[in-house]
Structure formats: C-alpha cells, structure tokens
C-alpha cells in the first residue's frame, strides 16, 4: 500500500505589527504634514512680503518653503521670479527654474503668473504676455493678470505698424507700468 504525504501548511508571514513600529509610521507622517503646513505658511509670508517690497526677507521665507516642499511648483516659480529681480540675474537658471515649476503643476494659475512676471523682467514680454493669458484662461477672474493683459495689449495699440512692442515705456517716459518693489 502506498502512503500518501500529508499536506503541511506553510506558516502565515504577517508583517511585525507593533505599537513602536505603528508609533513611528504616525510620527513620520505627522512630522510630513507639519512640514507642508510650515511650507505653506512660509509661502504665503514670501508673498505678502514681496508685495511689501521686503526682497530680502521674501527670498529667505520661499527658500524655506521650497526647501521643506521641493515638489510644489508654485514655490519654485516664486522661488525663480525672486531671483530674476534681483541685479545681474543668472537668465538661463530662472529659466531652467521657471519650465521645472511648470511641469511640477501644469495648471496651476499661480506657477503661469510668477512665470509671466520672471520673464517680464527678464525683458521677454512675448512670452510673458502669453503666461498672463494663460492665468486668465485659468480663473478669468485674476485681477492682476488681466491688468497686465489690458497694458500689452494698449502697447501693441500703440506700437507703430509693422514694429510690434511689448517692451514697457522707458523710465523716462511713463514709469507707471513698473510695480514698485
């Protein structure tokens, strides 16, 4: 007579589950939350900052943001207009900054608005009128993309034929345009 083998059932592998190790997985993911939170509070204090005309302190404020949060491309391209206001800007950097916030959030209004307003002051108004366009393709209800939208388009008005312009007037000439920092 032959003898069949009896079955023998593999052992279960359950992953240790213990109170330290759930601890430490809470930990971690509150310690990644307080970070966003703290990122986006820097952020929102680089901005009124900025507005206040404080460069300086915006800088260090988005630094931190951007460094806690490296994945936001709002931060980035904040990060990236700061640097083209400054004197001497290195243009092929903010650039190279401005188009990695763009893939990070494609459409997100705030990224195409800093990207509008770098590289209006990197002097490529062509491009930046087109980011403006796009912020108000986005919400057509920002105020401050479509004022810039409304002043180039008045300066292609009155650019002479065949000569198109965006380039704002020279200082001399109606230094309105440029927001003071």
């Not at 990644?32 to 800088?59: Q, S, T, W």
């Not at 763009?102 to 980011?131: I, P, S």
């Amino acid at each position: 007579a032959t003898s069949t083998p009896i079955p023998v059932a593999e052992p279960e592998i359950v992953p240790p589950s213990t109170p330290e190790l759930e601890s430490g997985v809470a930990k971690q993911i509150e310690a990644r939350n307080e970070r966003a939170l703290a990122a986006a509070e820097a952020f929102r204090k680089a901005e009124a900052l900025l507005a206040a005309g404080h460069l300086a302190r915006a800088e260090a404020e988005a630094r931190f943001a951007l460094e806690s949060e490296p994945g936001q491309g709002e931060y980035v391209a904040l990060c990236a207009w700061i640097e083209a206001l400054k004197p001497g800007a290195d243009t092929s950097q903010v650039t190279m900054e401005l188009k990695r916030a763009l893939r990070l959030a494609e459409n997100n209004v705030k990224v195409h608005f800093y990207r509008g307003l770098a590289l209006q002051q990197l002097g490529r108004h062509d491009y930046a009128f087109r980011e403006f366009r796009t912020v108000l393709e986005l919400d057509p209800r920002n105020l401050d993309a479509a004022r810039q939208v409304r002043v180039y388009e008045m300066r292609l008005e009155k650019s002479p034929k065949g000569r198109p312009s965006l380039a704002p007037e020279p200082e001399s000439a109606g230094g309105w345009f440029r927001r003071k920092r």
